[in-house]
Protein backbone atom coordinates (compact mmCIF):
# COMPACT_ATOMS: atom_id res chain seq x y z
CA UNK A 1 0.00 0.00 0.00
CA UNK A 2 2.75 2.62 -0.84
CA UNK A 3 2.07 5.91 -2.31
CA UNK A 4 1.69 6.19 -5.68
CA UNK A 5 5.03 7.81 -8.21
CA UNK A 6 3.53 10.21 -11.22
CA UNK A 7 5.52 10.65 -14.44
CA UNK A 8 5.97 14.53 -14.98
CA UNK A 9 2.96 15.95 -16.95
CA UNK A 10 1.18 18.77 -17.85
CA UNK A 11 0.51 21.58 -15.15
CA UNK A 12 -3.43 20.49 -14.63
CA UNK A 13 -2.29 17.22 -13.91
CA UNK A 14 -2.97 16.79 -10.21
CA UNK A 15 -0.39 16.08 -8.28
CA UNK A 16 -0.37 14.35 -4.95
CA UNK A 17 1.57 14.25 -1.58
CA UNK A 18 1.63 12.65 1.91
CA UNK A 19 -1.21 13.32 4.61
CA UNK A 20 0.64 15.02 7.79
CA UNK A 21 -1.47 15.52 11.10
CA UNK A 22 -2.03 19.44 11.06
CA UNK A 23 -4.04 21.01 14.01
CA UNK A 24 -7.15 21.88 13.88
CA UNK A 25 -10.70 22.11 15.83
CA UNK A 26 -11.60 19.52 13.40
CA UNK A 27 -10.22 16.67 11.53
CA UNK A 28 -12.57 15.12 8.03
CA UNK A 29 -10.95 12.12 6.28
CA UNK A 30 -12.11 10.63 3.27
CA UNK A 31 -10.60 7.33 1.99
CA UNK A 32 -11.37 4.81 -0.53
CA UNK A 33 -9.85 1.69 -1.10
CA UNK A 34 -6.32 1.37 -0.46
CA UNK A 35 -6.28 4.87 0.77
CA UNK A 36 -6.96 3.27 3.94
CA UNK A 37 -2.97 2.97 3.96
CA UNK A 38 -2.65 6.24 3.93
CA UNK A 39 -5.08 7.12 7.07
CA UNK A 40 -3.40 4.24 9.04
CA UNK A 41 -0.49 6.12 8.11
CA UNK A 42 -1.27 9.50 9.20
CA UNK A 43 -2.58 8.46 12.40
CA UNK A 44 0.84 6.97 13.18
CA UNK A 45 2.45 9.80 12.69
CA UNK A 46 0.22 11.72 14.85
CA UNK A 47 0.95 9.39 17.45
CA UNK A 48 4.46 9.79 16.91
CA UNK A 49 4.36 13.48 17.62
CA UNK A 50 1.86 13.47 20.39
CA UNK A 51 -1.03 14.09 18.42
CA UNK A 52 -3.93 12.49 19.01
CA UNK A 53 -6.32 13.20 16.04
CA UNK A 54 -8.98 10.80 17.35
CA UNK A 55 -11.64 12.78 19.03
CA UNK A 56 -12.09 15.44 16.60
CA UNK A 57 -11.90 13.23 13.25
CA UNK A 58 -14.73 12.23 11.06
CA UNK A 59 -13.68 9.44 9.08
CA UNK A 60 -15.78 8.62 6.01
CA UNK A 61 -14.29 5.33 4.15
CA UNK A 62 -15.55 3.48 0.84
CA UNK A 63 -14.90 0.37 -1.02
CA UNK A 64 -13.05 0.58 -4.10
CA UNK A 65 -14.50 -0.06 -7.47
CA UNK A 66 -11.73 -2.82 -7.23
CA UNK A 67 -13.22 -4.42 -4.45
CA UNK A 68 -10.50 -3.90 -2.06
CA UNK A 69 -11.85 -2.80 1.62
CA UNK A 70 -9.63 -2.72 4.80
CA UNK A 71 -12.65 -0.95 6.92
CA UNK A 72 -12.12 -3.35 9.73
CA UNK A 73 -8.81 -1.50 10.24
CA UNK A 74 -9.64 1.88 10.27
CA UNK A 75 -12.72 1.18 12.52
CA UNK A 76 -10.35 -0.35 15.02
CA UNK A 77 -8.76 3.59 15.39
CA UNK A 78 -11.60 4.43 17.43
CA UNK A 79 -12.48 7.74 16.14
CA UNK A 80 -15.14 9.89 17.02
CA UNK A 81 -16.89 9.72 13.93
CA UNK A 82 -16.70 6.91 11.54
CA UNK A 83 -18.53 5.68 8.08
CA UNK A 84 -17.99 2.66 5.89
CA UNK A 85 -19.89 3.03 2.59
CA UNK A 86 -20.32 0.63 -0.03
CA UNK A 87 -19.73 3.22 -2.86
CA UNK A 88 -18.09 6.87 -3.35
CA UNK A 89 -22.35 7.61 -4.60
CA UNK A 90 -23.94 6.33 -1.66
CA UNK A 91 -21.40 8.02 1.08
CA UNK A 92 -21.81 11.63 -0.94
CA UNK A 93 -24.70 12.60 0.94
CA UNK A 94 -22.62 12.00 4.18
CA UNK A 95 -19.76 13.78 2.65
CA UNK A 96 -21.85 17.27 1.70
CA UNK A 97 -23.16 17.55 4.93
CA UNK A 98 -20.08 17.59 6.92
CA UNK A 99 -18.68 20.10 4.55
CA UNK A 100 -21.99 22.13 5.09
CA UNK A 101 -21.76 21.39 9.01
CA UNK A 102 -17.98 22.32 8.74
CA UNK A 103 -16.96 25.34 11.05
CA UNK A 104 -14.03 27.24 10.87
CA UNK A 105 -10.39 25.09 11.40
CA UNK A 106 -11.71 22.02 9.73
CA UNK A 107 -8.54 20.01 8.40
CA UNK A 108 -9.54 18.46 4.95
CA UNK A 109 -7.16 14.31 4.45
CA UNK A 110 -8.16 12.97 1.01
CA UNK A 111 -6.95 9.67 0.09
CA UNK A 112 -7.49 6.56 -2.10
CA UNK A 113 -7.81 6.73 -6.29
CA UNK A 114 -7.78 9.68 -7.98
CA UNK A 115 -11.84 9.44 -8.83
CA UNK A 116 -12.59 9.79 -4.77
CA UNK A 117 -9.92 11.98 -4.25
CA UNK A 118 -11.57 14.61 -6.92
CA UNK A 119 -15.05 14.08 -6.06
CA UNK A 120 -14.14 14.74 -2.87
CA UNK A 121 -12.43 18.20 -3.65
CA UNK A 122 -14.67 19.44 -5.80
CA UNK A 123 -17.32 18.97 -3.39
CA UNK A 124 -15.00 20.61 -0.64
CA UNK A 125 -14.64 23.41 -3.65
CA UNK A 126 -18.70 24.09 -3.88
CA UNK A 127 -19.13 24.03 -0.22
CA UNK A 128 -15.83 26.72 0.18
CA UNK A 129 -12.90 25.07 0.57
CA UNK A 130 -9.64 25.96 -1.37
CA UNK A 131 -8.20 23.45 -3.34
CA UNK A 132 -4.59 23.84 -2.01
CA UNK A 133 -6.19 23.43 1.36
CA UNK A 134 -7.12 20.26 1.25
CA UNK A 135 -4.18 17.50 1.67
CA UNK A 136 -4.38 14.42 -0.40
CA UNK A 137 -2.23 11.15 -0.99
CA UNK A 138 -3.42 8.85 -3.91
CA UNK A 139 -2.88 5.04 -2.51
CA UNK A 140 -4.84 2.23 -5.48
CA UNK A 141 -6.05 1.70 -8.90
CA UNK A 142 -4.94 4.60 -11.44
CA UNK A 143 -8.35 4.22 -12.91
CA UNK A 144 -9.66 7.05 -14.10
CA UNK A 145 -12.90 9.43 -14.02
CA UNK A 146 -12.89 10.46 -17.88
CA UNK A 147 -15.29 13.77 -19.38
CA UNK A 148 -16.14 13.33 -23.26
CA UNK A 149 -15.64 16.80 -24.46
CA UNK A 150 -18.07 16.10 -27.21
CA UNK A 151 -21.32 14.90 -25.69
CA UNK A 152 -19.70 15.79 -21.84
CA UNK A 153 -20.80 12.53 -20.67
CA UNK A 154 -18.51 11.13 -18.26
CA UNK A 155 -17.47 7.57 -17.61
CA UNK A 156 -15.90 6.04 -14.59
CA UNK A 157 -13.36 3.80 -14.27
CA UNK A 158 -11.35 4.16 -17.43
CA UNK A 159 -8.51 1.53 -17.98
CA UNK A 160 -7.67 1.97 -21.27
CA UNK A 161 -6.31 4.16 -23.92
CA UNK A 162 -8.33 4.79 -25.99
CA UNK A 163 -11.50 3.72 -24.71
CA UNK A 164 -15.14 4.00 -26.30
CA UNK A 165 -17.57 6.81 -24.52
CA UNK A 166 -20.58 4.86 -22.57
CA UNK A 167 -22.26 7.35 -24.05
CA UNK A 168 -22.05 8.87 -27.30
CA UNK A 169 -19.76 5.71 -28.21
CA UNK A 170 -16.84 8.28 -29.54
CA UNK A 171 -13.95 6.82 -29.52
CA UNK A 172 -11.72 9.07 -27.26
CA UNK A 173 -7.78 9.23 -26.19
CA UNK A 174 -7.25 9.94 -22.65
CA UNK A 175 -6.03 13.14 -21.89
CA UNK A 176 -4.01 14.23 -19.17
CA UNK A 177 -5.91 17.71 -18.67
CA UNK A 178 -7.92 17.60 -15.60
CA UNK A 179 -10.96 19.82 -14.82
CA UNK A 180 -11.24 20.04 -10.51
CA UNK A 181 -14.71 21.62 -11.42
CA UNK A 182 -16.17 18.74 -12.83
CA UNK A 183 -13.27 16.04 -11.54
CA UNK A 184 -12.49 14.70 -14.38
CA UNK A 185 -9.88 13.88 -17.02
CA UNK A 186 -10.62 14.88 -20.71
CA UNK A 187 -11.09 12.52 -23.53
CA UNK A 188 -10.92 13.89 -27.21
CA UNK A 189 -12.07 12.09 -30.43
CA UNK A 190 -8.91 9.96 -31.44
CA UNK A 191 -10.22 9.29 -35.06
CA UNK A 192 -12.13 12.89 -36.05
CA UNK A 193 -9.49 13.49 -39.00
CA UNK A 194 -9.34 9.43 -39.97
CA UNK A 195 -12.54 7.98 -39.16
CA UNK A 196 -12.41 4.42 -38.71
CA UNK A 197 -8.57 4.19 -37.86
CA UNK A 198 -8.47 3.92 -34.57
CA UNK A 199 -5.21 2.65 -32.08
CA UNK A 200 -5.86 -1.05 -30.40
CA UNK A 201 -6.74 -0.46 -26.81
CA UNK A 202 -3.86 -0.34 -23.60
CA UNK A 203 -4.82 -1.12 -20.71
CA UNK A 204 -2.69 2.12 -19.38
CA UNK A 205 -4.59 2.92 -15.84
CA UNK A 206 -4.80 -0.20 -13.89
Known sequence: MTTTKFEPSITT???????????????????DGEGAGAILDLFARAGQQGIDLRPSTHLIYVTAANGTDLSDELSRLGVAKFYHGPTLAAA?????KALTDASMGLQIYLAGTESLIGVAQSEAMKAGFPHDGMQTEHRGSLARRVQCVHCKGITENVK?????????GLSLYVRDHYS???AAFQGV?????DPGQVPDMVEKFT
Open 160 to 168: TDPYVCSHC
Open 180 to 182: RRI
Open 92 to 96: MSRIT
Open 189 to 193: NIDAE
Open 13 to 31: RPVYGILEPQQGSAHLMIA
